[in-house]
């Protein structure tokens, strides 16, 4: 069932593709072009149940080292330390 607004703006959503990526144990997990709802407002994307369990499961594979990721190039930049 796909979600009328966002839940954060009340924009409209739409179908669409994204990118899921999350901080891990000091690692950035990227996953591209992951099917989602996205608001035509603010960007928030939301996953329907069958998109976020398919998701967990990257994550555990990538955690117990059965799922092999290209290296990803990340700055970090401590909020504090920017002038």
């Known amino acids: 069932m796909k979600p009328e607004v966002c839940s954060f703006c009340k924009g409209h959503l739409k179908e669409g593709r994204t990118e899921f990526t999350v ?3 000091g690692s950035i997990v990227s996953i591209k072009n992951v099917p989602a709802y996205i608001c035509n407002n603010c960007g928030e994307a939301y996953y329907n149940p069958e998109v ?3 998701i967990d499961k990257v994550m555990v594979e990538f955690q117990t ?3 092999l990721a290209h290296p990803l ?3 970090e ?3 504090d ?3």
């Open 81 to 83: 330390k920017v002038a």
């Open 52 to 54: 976020s369990r398919k």
């Open 23 to 25: 901080k891990l144990k």
């Open 73 to 75: 190039a990340a700055g």
């Open 77 to 79: 930049i401590e909020y």
């Open 65 to 67: 080292g059965e799922l």
